[in-house]
């Protein structure tokens, strides 16, 4: 029995903490996170399953320092490098040590289509393939006993299409907001676990914009739990210490069939794009300062007639991405898939994997009183830079590919089974 195998123990002190950073369904192992799960080994005694995993955590974080020490990891397939990593060989090693030893537990109660669905093809659609993918990784385990972590299968956009009352006159947020506190006290009633850590080894994800709220539906949840947010907005209560900000992908057919490469950076005669709703506090300002105004800023709430906005990324050098009524946007993801630099325009907001990628490397973040200086801080940047932001970018880009079947060092595994798409919603 593999709890039963001679694991020698380290000294734990008291305020020792086991670690995790969840990156997409590939789940790496970091320093940076905290989940509050104490062991005391001063007393001689038989070893637990905790004691195991927590004894396996500490050899892990042990590799991970000497990769951060620089100690090179052998790999045949992929190995990070470069400034668009803040720590490349830390990560790597993270990723590897993942894919040895990590084991993910998820619940099998509640039915669909609020548990254990998704939508697959709009963009909330990392909610859909998390969720399939968590349900078929290798990383699953049927024992939750060997689990380093434990994964809530709730889709927040399904709750909003299916039970969120539009024209109520009471709390909209309560019905959504107490199927989530039922299903924690129906898990938490049956298992140890969630009681176990106060929810501090749980995780959930949601690409909709209502997730941080729903969130608030049980204090555990959102003070303890680790939350995979697209709306990662510090002012609305994203942790960067415990939650991780997740990128909303927008996949119109569920793949990216159509949506990936563009021309080389001599073939982009616009300086900088940007097409979508006025909405929020940024985007007005963006459009009154820059709509219709100069062929090489080209700003529109709505495209000319006959103009294809993907043809319109494919043209451009930058692409603009300001927040809209919250800062998720898939226009970021959008701009890295055509080899466009992207141009983050928002308030509060913690770019997607900003613990592992420096955004600030192979993107344009610039402050909303910029604005109005927009074309002549572009236009600041030397050929030399945009060309090296560029080529970062796509080399970054794989990390937010979703491919069919999965590859083994992206971040976001999708599902690999044909019929699944025709499921989807």
């Known amino acids: 029995m593999e709890d039963e195998m001679d694991v020698q123990l380290p000294d734990i002190a008291k305020e020792d903490n086991l670690n995790a950073t969840f990156s997409g369904p590939d789940l790496f192992l970091s320093t940076n996170q905290t989940i509050g799960i104490h062991v005391d080994t ?9 004691d195991r995993l927590e004894a396996r955590l500490s050899q892990v974080r042990a590799a991970i320092k000497e990769a951060n020490s620089g100690n090179s990891t052998h790999d045949p397939e992929y190995v990070p ?32 289509p609020i548990f254990h669905n998704g939508p697959c093809k709009n963009i909330y659609s990392m909610e859909g393939n998390f969720i399939y993918h968590m349900e078929t990784t290798k990383f699953r385990t049927k024992n939750p006993e060997k ?19 539009r024209n109520t006159k009471v ?4 019905p959504m907001k107490q199927t989530i506190r039922d299903y924690i006290d129906l898990v938490g009633g049956k298992y140890p676990f969630w009681n176990r850590s106060r ?16 969130s608030k539906a049980h204090p555990y949840l959102f003070k303890n739990s680790i939350r995979a947010l697209c709306n990662a907005n510090t002012s609305e209560g994203f942790n960067p210490s415990k939650d991780v900000s997740i990128p909303e992908i927008l996949l119109p057919d569920g793949t990216t069939r159509g949506i990936l490469n563009g021309p080389s950076p001599r073939y982009r005669p616009v300086l900088a794009f940007f ?31 006959g103009v294809s906005y993907m043809a319109m990324l494919r043209q451009s050098k930058y692409c603009i991405s300001p927040s809209g009524y919250e800062v998720a946007s898939p226009r970021m993801v959008e701009a890295l898939y055509t080899g466009c630099v992207p141009v983050l325009i928002k308030d509060h907001y913690v770019a997607p994997f900003s613990d592992v990628l420096n955004w600030k490397s192979f993107a344009v973040i610039l402050a909303v009183e910029d604005i109005p200086n927009l074309k002549n801080i572009l236009n600041g940047i030397s050929t030399r830079q945009y060309l090296r932001m560029q080529r970062r970018g796509k080399q970054v880009r794989r990390h937010f590919e979703v491919n069919f079947p999965p590859k083994r060092d992206e971040y976001w595994k999708a599902h690999t089974k044909r019929h699944y798409m025709d499921d989807c919603n």
């Open 42 to 50: 001063r007393n001689n005694k038989t070893y637990t399953s905790l």
């Open 81 to 112: 490098y470069g400034p668009m990593y803040w720590n490349a060989a830390a990560f790597h090693r993270s990723y590897l040590e993942m894919e040895k030893q990590f084991k993910v537990f998820v619940y099998e109660e509640g039915e669909p």
């Open 147 to 165: 689990a380093h972590t434990f994964f809530l299968p709730m889709s927040a956009a399904m709750m909003v299409r299916f039970i969120y009352e």
């Open 171 to 174: 709390d909209h947020w309560r």
């Open 199 to 214: 929810g501090a080894d749980h995780f959930t994800l949601a690409c909709h914009d209502w997730g941080p709220e729903l």
């Open 275 to 305: 097409a979508g709703g006025v909405h929020g506090p940024i985007r007005p300002i963006l459009l009154k300062h820059w709509q219709d105004k100069d062929p090489d800023i080209q700003v529109h709430q709505y495209l000319p007639k």
